[in-house]
């Protein structure tokens, strides 16, 4: 992804946290491509949370919910890293 995102990796964690009270980072923030658009996908201790990269929003239909005994084991998503790494 060549074009700047104006959401930093800081600002997505604060939103995917803000979406899920009493939830706990465990992973990302990391910039991935989603159908074509650069999403921050966050993993936490109650799922994964992907956050829109150029509007900030939560987008609503991929949180995806793991079972408390298999955070460390993360379902597979239609989400694939990204080609670049961003500042």
């Known amino acids: 992804m060549s074009a700047p ?14 979406s899920t009270p009493g939830a706990t980072m465990i992973g990302g ?3 991935v491509s989603m159908e074509g658009a650069a ?4 993993t936490l ?3 994964i949370v992907y956050v829109d990269a150029t509007s900030g ?3 609503p ?5 793991m079972p408390a005994a298999t955070t460390s084991t993360l379902a597979t998503t ?3 890293p ?3 790494a961003t500042k």
């Open 45 to 47: 201790d109650t799922g």
């Open 5 to 18: 995102t104006p959401i930093s990796a800081d600002q997505a964690r604060t939103i995917a946290l803000a």
């Open 39 to 42: 999403v921050y996908e966050v």
């Open 57 to 59: 929003h939560v987008v």
């Open 78 to 80: 239609n989400a694939t």
């Open 61 to 65: 239909y991929i949180v995806t919910a």
């Open 29 to 31: 923030p990391m910039l």
């Open 82 to 84: 990204a080609a670049t």
